[in-house]
T-cell receptor, first 114, second 115 residues
Framework: EAAVTQSPRNKVAVTGGKVTLSCNQT?????MYWYRQDTGHGLRLIHY???????EKGDIPDGYKASRPSQENFSLILELATPSQTSVYFC?????????????FGPGTRLTVL | GDSVTQTEGPVTVSESESLIINCTYS????????LFWYVRYPGEGLQLLLK?????QKGSSRGFEATYNKETTSFHLQKASVQESDSAVYYC????????????FGKGTHLHVLP
């Protein structure tokens, strides 16, 4: 069974609307991440978390908030969605135990902001 | 700063041909970087293909190989004979040597394998 799931898988939103992307992991990993994937940019880190109750800014946090209410769940919130936030969003969990920070990804959410 | 540069795609090869996707890295703030190749098949999330955490070592999986070359700061992905099912996007990534948070990804290389 998939260890990292995302919902919704596809979302169409209007400019100025609020969007919440959800992520759930059953790996019991402390670290969770939100990335966006755009052509020509690769994966860019938006927010991450070290554990329940923590959220940290990544490389491109502007326009996004994050929430980590539990070990399993990590949400990405767009309070006022803009067309520039149209992208594919990936959630991941990771555990650096042993040294190598391998990440486990969800299937992605395709967001279109009109 | 720390960065990863990989072959710009799309890369198109015919089935049974050999493949190399180049990856070079810069790890100015990481003393002992770990190196990864991830793959994303259509409609799926990224999944780890292989990883190497020690310079000079080679990783392999599903017929793919990559050698961690600290002298040339490279981690090229190679396969002797590709299959149509290898069509995907491949990402080279650079990770920390401690339980820090960040992995740095390349832009991805889209591979098309023709039947």
């Amino acid at each position: 069974e998939a260890a990292v799931t995302q919902s919704p898988r596809n979302k169409v939103a209007v400019t100025g609307g609020k969007v919440t992307l959800s992520c759930n992991q059953t790996n019991n990993h402390n670290n969770m991440y939100w990335y966006r994937q755009d052509t020509g940019h690769g994966l860019r880190l938006i927010h991450y978390s070290y554990g329940a109750g923590s959220t940290e800014k990544g490389d491109i946090p502007d326009g996004y908030k994050a929430s980590r209410p539990s070990q399993e769940n990590f949400s990405l919130i767009l309070e006022l969605a803009t067309p520039s936030q149209t992208s594919v969003y990936f959630c991941a969990s990771g555990d650096g135990t042993g040294g190598a920070l391998e990440q486990y990804f969800g299937p992605g959410t395709r967001l279109t902001v009109l | 700063g720390d960065s990863v540069t990989q072959t710009e795609g799309p890369v198109t090869v015919s089935e049974s041909e050999s493949l190399i996707i180049n990856c070079t890295y810069s790890a100015t703030s990481i003393a002992y970087p770990n190196l990864f190749w991830y793959v994303r098949y259509p409609g799926e999330g990224l999944q780890l293909l292989l990883k190497v955490i020690t310079a000079g070592q080679k990783g392999s999986s599903r017929g793919f190989e990559a050698t961690y070359n600290k002298e040339t700061t490279s981690f090229h992905l190679q396969k002797a004979s590709v299959q149509e099912s290898d069509s995907a996007v491949y990402y080279c990534a650079l990770g920390p040597d401690t339980n820090a948070y960040k992995v740095i990804f390349g832009k991805g290389t889209h591979l098309h394998v023709l039947p």
